[in-house]
């Protein structure tokens, strides 16, 4: 074995979004504020504007998997009239995958370089 090399295994993974900053801190901020002693509809209805805005926003197949879910969960149960999972539960998910994703910022332009060209001097 060579000595001196060591592989970091402390690095946190990165989950990519294309949300930026401020709509995570935003999305936080309306899962904090959805209100427990509401009803139970309310609850919900609140929690699928928070998914609508969420959908196709994560790189990773695990986050887009997960908001699918509660997705599909509200759906049934606003739509279809079906019985599924507490409002907190769904609120569990959400804050954590807003918790694990990584802001990759906007798009990289690309520049063109520019080189100074010296003039030869006769």
Known sequence: MIPGLRIDTSAKPVHKTSLTSAQIANLKHEVEM????DG?????EQINTIV??????????YDSMEISMVQT???????????????????????????????????R?????????KTRKV
Do not use: C, H, W
């Open 73 to 107: 969960t509200l759906d049934a149960i606003l739509n279809r009239g079906k019985r599924g999972s507490k409002p907190y539960e769904l609120l569990n998910v959400i804050s954590k995958v807003l918790d694990r994703v990584t802001v990759t910022g906007g798009r």
């Open 40 to 44: 139970m509809k309310e609850q919900y």
């Open 34 to 37: 959805v209100d427990p002693d």
């Open 109 to 117: 332009r690309k520049t063109r370089k520019t080189r100074k060209r």
């Open 52 to 61: 609508s805005q969420m959908v196709g926003k994560f790189e990773n197949e």
